[in-house]
């Protein structure tokens, strides 16, 4: 059975400074993985994803995140963020293939100060 | 990618009454699947729904408590039966995003249960 981790239910963080949000996933054989982000009154969007070869991803709106087997983590970072980041951010995990299962982390919500 | 439409986004209903909620893709797709987002917590699948076929409810999720239907390939629906404030949540349906290996949801249904 697969099951996703995000330490952080909430994170307060000043306009334009850096942030990492965390996400540590189980799996006994290979995943794909996926970040997504919700915003108010609103349904996920896919943010990014890491299916296979570079182990760092990134998104159109500046986020990264980086696959670490090892430590089997996904953790999404952003170097500056602005006030329109503010949402929840989903960390989720599925087997590799069509029709997989997604399991879902708890969420960590983004709250960015001006 | 797809895009879904999802109705109602909320609703209040009295205990004991059902709700259905409906879902309609502008593309044809296999396979649906319904999620419930419960305050402060992550998704959980419901339910997987492929059309011409029953549906397939993930433990602790039964078909009398939510039935489900999928006449064709655009359309899913999720009833709520016999409501309790316990299932007072946000309901998502999703499609497999097949352009870019993730999934898309609908807005939700906020529901609530008084």
């Known amino acids: 059975a697969q099951s996703v981790t995000q330490l952080d239910s909430q994170v307060p963080v000043f306009e334009e400074a850096p942030v990492e949000l965390r996400c540590n996933y189980s799996?006994?054989?290979?995943?794909?993985l996926f970040w997504y982000v919700q915003y108010p009154n609103q349904g996920l969007q896919l943010l990014l994803k890491y299916l296979s070869g570079s182990t760092l991803v990134e998104s159109i709106n500046g986020f990264e995140a980086e696959f670490n087997k090892s430590q089997t983590s996904f953790h999404l970072r952003k170097p500056s963020v602005h006030i329109s980041d503010t949402a929840e951010y989903f960390c989720?995990?599925?087997?590799?293939?069509?029709?997989?299962?997604?399991?879902f982390g708890t969420g960590t919500k983004l709250q960015v100060i001006p | 990618s797809a895009v879904i439409s999802q109705k109602p986004s909320r609703d209040i209903c009295q205990r004991g009454t059902s709700l259905t909620i409906q879902c309609q893709v502008d593309s044809q797709v296999t396979m649906m699947f319904w999620y419930r987002q419960q305050p402060g917590q992550s998704l959980t699948l419901i339910a997987t729904?492929?059309?011409?076929?029953?549906?397939?409810?993930e433990s602790g999720f039964v078909i009398d408590k939510f039935p489900i239907s999928r006449p064709n390939l655009t359309f899913s629906t999720l009833t709520v039966s016999n409501m309790s404030p316990e299932d007072s949540s946000i309901y998502l349906c999703?499609?497999?995003?097949?352009?870019?290996?993730?999934?898309?949801f609908g807005s939700g249904t906020r529901l609530t249960v008084v």
């Open positions: 729904a492929n059309q011409g076929s029953e549906a397939t409810y």
């Open positions: 999703s499609v497999e995003d097949r352009e870019n290996y993730g999934y898309t």
């Open positions: 989720a995990v599925s087997e590799p293939g069509g029709y997989q299962k997604v399991t």
């Open positions: 799996s006994s054989v290979s995943v794909y």
